[in-house]
């Protein structure tokens, strides 16, 4: 099979000398029984890439057992993956296989490797090497024929340098890595993804197209998109089924993309890519010059458009139960940005119509526990990144308000929308 007839078959769109590389690999790869780790963003189709690995190779008869090792509790998660014996813990009322027995012959894709627990880690490094490991509550040695397939959107060297990822498993998985880069730099391949998107929400919405603008265009491909190509797949579905037939032009579009809803948002400026500035041989980083510093300054300006959206949503956590008086008497580190009038009724936007701004019912009384988690999570690590505390937040927000999202969405300040996006984003439910 050659490239094209590849991307043909597994729905693999792109162009880009990266995309080519990335393909390259799987075909090298895909009939030998090698290990092989994905590393890339959420999003930059990672699956994908596992299962054309999988299904080209001859073990494609077998399953294809996936498991995101992130997703699954740690008091579980040994049983899960290498099963265990009736009786074995509290619960264990049958004996049960692991997915290492039920991907025997198959593929076992480890997704969110770098999230695995230490002890943990040791025993799949055995599986690794030998094939070998044990049932929870038994001493009877299994052996799986499983080819392995790992991702990660972490820097999993960094994770060994920290103590959380053992260096002898992180050499066993790093034989073959396939990078996917962020669809941010890959900037050929958005516009051919996006077609091919469209086309198929068009004909499964039964809507027709109607087309975008140069300037839309341009929009979509200098876009940072954080959330890589599944964030692409939801602004096209939302396109196509939101402002059906419907001339796109560019400020249709600016509303779908990240940070619409906060005036004054940076993340809709074209962020060059850095091939982009370094081609041009005018142009010396070192030097600072005009463009240079225009490229800083934005980083800038979106670095700080970041952060007080999430000194915002923090505040209307942690602060929402504290009356005006108390929120008077707080020391001045408390975010200036946050006006105490808008906590408990704060101004949100009715996705019904999208021009009327309506006022939110109060939140809901704040239990003790909510801060002490909000407060561990923050203790607990060095400084979270961006993306991690967004994550906890949605997650706190989902679990206060039981799973409502219009009431979670209110909370946090953001559109319902964007709150959808979000999960969808970071694989929540
Ligand atoms: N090269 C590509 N062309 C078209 N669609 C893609 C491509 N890569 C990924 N996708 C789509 O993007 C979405 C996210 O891909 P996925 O493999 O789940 O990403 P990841 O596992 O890295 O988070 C999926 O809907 C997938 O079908
Ligand atoms: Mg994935």
């Known amino acids: 099979m050659d490239r094209e007839a590849l991307q043909e078959r597994y729905g693999i769109i792109g162009e880009s000398t990266a995309i080519k590389q990335v393909i390259d690999k799987i075909m090298q790869i895909s009939k030998t029984d090698i290990t092989v780790l994905l590393q890339g963003e959420s999003g930059v189709g990672k699956d994908v890439t596992a299962r054309a690995i999988h299904s080209l190779s001859k073990r494609n008869r077998n399953n294809l057992v996936i498991v995101n090792c992130g997703a699954i509790p740690e008091g579980i998660i040994e049983s899960e993956l290498f099963g265990h014996e009736k009786g074995s813990f509290t619960g264990a009322h049958e004996a049960r296989k692991g997915y290492f027995e039920k991907a025997d012959g198959g593929t076992i ?108 265009k341009d929009l979509l491909i200098s876009y940072r998109w954080p959330g890589n190509i599944r964030e692409l797949r939801n602004v096209a579905e939302q396109l196509v089924v939101l402002e059906k037939s419907q001339f796109i032009d560019k400020d249709r579009l600016q509303k779908y993309l990240k940070g619409r809803q906060h005036l004054g948002s940076t993340d809709n400026l074209p962020v060059l890519s850095r091939k982009e500035f370094t081609d041009d041989e005018d142009d010396d980083f070192e030097s600072g010059s005009g463009t240079d510093m225009g490229i800083i300054y934005r980083a800038l300006l979106e670095m700080q458009g970041d952060i007080s959206d999430l000194k915002k949503m923090l505040a209307k956590f942690v602060y929402s139960s504290f009356s005006d008086k108390e929120l008077k008497a707080l020391p001045s580190a408390v975010p200036r940005d946050i006006d105490p009038n808008d906590i408990s009724g704060h101004i949100y936007r009715d996705s019904s119509d999208k021009d009327s701004l309506g006022i939110s019912t109060p939140a ?45 969405s209110d909370a946090l300040g953001v559109s319902e929308r964007t709150l959808y996006r979000k999960l969808d984003q970071y694989d929540l439910q």
């Open 109 to 216: 894709f480890l997704d969110e490797i770098g999230d695995t627990p230490k002890n943990i880690q040791v025993k799949l490094l055995r599986v690794l090497e030998s094939g070998e490991f044990f049932r929870v509550g038994s001493s009877k040695m299994f052996t799986a024929d499983v080819r392995v397939i790992a991702a990660t959107n972490q820097d999993l060297w960094e994770l060994v340098q920290d103590g959380k990822f053992r260096e002898d498993l992180y050499y066993r998985l790093d034989t073959v890595k396939i990078k996917l880069p962020p669809l941010r730099d890959r900037q050929d391949d958005i516009i051919p993804i996006f077609r091919k998107f469209v086309t198929e929400f068009s004909s499964k919405y039964d809507s027709v197209f109607q087309g975008f603008s140069d300037e839309a």
């Open 364 to 408: 809901e009384p704040q239990e003790d526990e909510d801060h002490d988690i909000i407060q561990d999570f923050f203790s607990d690590k060095e400084i979270p990144s961006i993306e991690e505390a967004e994550k906890f937040l949605i997650e706190q927000a989902l679990k206060r308000f039981e799973g409502n999202r219009r009431k979670a």
